[in-house]
């Protein structure tokens, strides 16, 4: 299994900037994608981003797109989410993960991935 850090939430105004930064470690191969999921009190774990290996790929729910930005530098073994024009409907904790496939296709949901990291939280002041 991967061993996931995140870092880099925090309290933002309405319509500020955050960047989560992940670090991965134990794992021999980047060909894997890696996605960043969020949860806010009493709802479900809900995908906002995720990324294949090289970059090539990537995934948005509409609730997140031309917002949030995934880019990862798998020299350094970390995936970034880039959040711009936050909105107090994106306060949740943040989780990063690695999933069991290759493909984006088959990542959109929190059953495909089987690595966690501790979460982070994110609040957004109105």
């Known amino acids: 299994q991967v061993q996931l850090v995140e870092s880099g939430g925090g309290l933002v105004q309405a319509g500020g900037s955050l960047r989560l930064s992940c670090a991965a470690s134990?794992?021999?191969?980047?060909?894997?994608?890696m996605g960043w999921f969020r949860q806010a009190p009493r709802k479900e774990r809900d995908i906002v981003a995720a990324?294949?290996?090289?970059?090539?790929?990537?995934y948005y729910p509409d609730s997140v797109k031309g917002r949030f930005t995934i880019f990862r530098d798998s020299a350094k073994n970390t995936v970034y989410l880039q959040m711009n024009s936050l909105q107090p409907e994106d306060t949740a904790v943040y989780y990063c993960?690695?999933?069991?496939?290759?493909?984006?296709?088959?990542?959109?949901?929190?059953?495909?991935?089987?690595?966690w990291g501790q979460g982070t939280q994110v609040t957004v002041s109105s």
């Open positions: 993960a690695s999933s069991r496939f290759a493909a984006v296709a088959w990542s959109r949901a929190a059953a495909a991935y089987d690595s």
């Open positions: 134990g794992r021999t191969n980047n060909n894997y994608v």
């Open positions: 990324v294949n290996w090289d970059g090539s790929a990537t």
